[in-house]
C-alpha cells in the first residue's frame, strides 16, 4: 500500500494526473481503466480535459465505470454524464464502455459483467479508480452488504440502504484483481473513516473501504490533508 497526502483537493489531482500518464505510457496495448463518479474525481476529470488531451495517448485507454447509478445517460446522476462533460467528450476514437444505467438493474449487471469478462484477460485492470464514502462505502458497496463485494460476478446489483435508488457495481473479485487500485478522497468529512480503516480498528471489519486488498496489485490512497489528517503518523 502506498498513501499519497497532498495539500489540497487541486494538487492531489495534479499528482494524480502526472501518475496517470507514466503507467499509461508505460503499458504495452490497450490501458483499462475504471473511472469512478465523486467530486474528487470529478476534479481530475476536469484537469484531463483542461490539460492532458494531447498528453496522454488516449486511443490506448479503455475506459469503464467501477459504479453506476440506475438512471439514463444524461441524468445528473450519472457518472458516465460527468466524466463524458468533462473530458471523454473531449477526446477522440476514445474507447468507451458505460454501464447502460437505464436497463435493468440485475440484467444490466449480467450483462456488464460479461462485457468485462470478453474485453480484459483475466479481468485485471490495469488501474480501478474509486472512491471513499462519509459511511465508509466504496463503489457501491455499502457497509452490510459483504455478500455483495464476496460475489463471484464482476459486477452486482446493489440497492442504496439510504436512498432505495439502484445501482451497479464491480464486486470485490474485480477490485482485488486488478493491478493498481487507486482510492481518492478529500475533505474532512472522510477523516474518520480512513482514520478506523488505516489503524485497522475492530470497527472497520464492516466498512468496504476496508476490504480493498489487491491479491497482486498495488493499493494507492490519494489524500489531501484534511482527509488524511487523522492519519497516525
Avoid at 459486477?155 to 487500485?181: D, H
Amino acid at each position: 500500500m502506498e498513501v499519497k497526502i497532498h495539500d489540497n483537493q487541486l494538487s492531489l489531482a495534479e499528482a494524480f494526473c502526472q501518475w496517470l500518464l507514466v503507467v499509461v505510457d508505460e503499458k504495452v496495448g490497450k490501458f483499462h481503466l475504471a473511472l469512478s463518479g465523486g467530486s474528487t474525481p470529478a476534479v481530475i476529470y476536469r484537469l484531463l480535459g483542461e490539460k492532458y488531451t494531447n498528453k496522454i495517448d488516449w486511443e490506448k485507454v479503455c475506459f469503464y465505470w467501477s459504479d453506476e447509478r440506475c438512471v439514463p445517460p444524461e441524468h445528473s446522476d450519472s457518472n458516465f454524464k460527468m466524466a463524458n462533460e468533462l473530458f471523454l467528450s473531449s477526446i477522440l476514437n476514445a474507447n468507451i464502455y458505460r454501464i447502460s444505467g437505464e436497463n435493468h438493474p440485475v440484467e444490466e449487471a449480467q450483462r456488464y459483467s460479461s462485457l468485462l469478462e470478453r474485453n480484459i484477460k483475466d479481468v485485471a485492470f490495469d488501474l480501478i479508480m474509486l472512491g471513499l464514502g462519509d459511511d465508509g462505502h466504496t463503489a457501491s458497496i455499502f457497509p452490510g452488504q459483504r455478500k455483495l463485494w464476496d460475489d463471484t460476478n464482476a459486477c452486482v446489483a446493489v440497492q442504496n440502504p439510504y436512498t432505495g435508488q439502484f445501482r451497479i457495481s464491480f464486486t470485490g473479485k474485480i477490485i482485488n484483481n486488478a493491478r493498481n487500485v487507486a482510492v481518492i478522497c478529500s475533505g474532512t468529512n472522510k477523516a474518520e473513516k480512513i482514520k478506523e480503516i488505516f489503524e485497522r480498528k475492530e470497527s472497520a471489519e464492516h466498512l468496504p473501504g476496508a476490504w480493498i486488498k489487491p491479491l497482486q496489485g498495488t493499493l494507492y490512497w490519494y489524500l489531501d490533508k484534511e482527509a488524511a489528517q487523522l492519519i497516525p503518523g
